[in-house]
């Protein structure tokens, strides 16, 4: 796939997922449904649920995350709550006008261009938080969170992109 094709795939993907509404419940939910998957693919993750206003919902930390993990999820959170994208997104989106983080004026300390950021979308609200991962590489994150949430969401048909 073309970095356009990928682009318009992952704005696909978060047009089709989003939520009618979002609990701590569904947080809850959501959450543990990730874990089930990182556990079922022997994954040593670190998954939080966050909302904009900086409370934690959900976080899990596999054996073998640590802090530094934690600073990686914060990065992401931070890049998908600025832009209201996924973090896989914006690493596109600077792929393809041959940008750096530096470029759009952000410091690669506190936000991260890569896969593992998804947005929280309410339908007719906007975005409300961020679900985030890491400890694999990141398209394998992205992936993850896409096919979790289109699963919660029982939404069937959604492109994904397992390589790049």
């Known amino acids: 796939m073309t970095i356009e094709e990928l682009s318009s795939v992952l704005q696909m993907q978060e047009e089709i997922l989003q939520f009618s509404s979002f609990t701590n419940a569904d947080a809850w939910e959501l959450g543990n449904l990730i874990v089930a998957e990182a556990a079922k693919r022997g994954a040593a993750v670190l998954i939080r649920i966050r909302l904009n206003?900086?409370?934690?919902?959900?976080?899990?930390g596999m054996d073998g995350t640590n802090m530094y993990h934690e600073q990686w999820l914060t990065r992401k959170e931070n890049t998908v709550r600025l832009t209201e994208k996924s973090s896989l997104r914006m690493y596109m989106d600077l792929r393809e006008r041959g940008e750096t983080l530096a470029d759009r004026l952000l410091d690669e300390k506190e936000y991260a261009a890569c896969g593992?950021?998804?947005?929280?979308?309410?339908?007719?609200?906007?975005?409300?938080?961020?679900?985030?991962i890491t400890g694999l590489d990141h398209v394998s994150e992205h992936d993850l969170l896409v096919k979790c949430i289109s699963k919660y969401l029982h939404v069937a048909e959604v492109p994904r992109i397992r390589a790049m």
């Open 116 to 132: 593992g950021g998804f947005p929280i979308r309410v339908e007719e609200v906007g975005v409300i938080g961020t679900v985030a």
């Open 53 to 60: 206003n900086g409370y934690t919902v959900f976080q899990y």
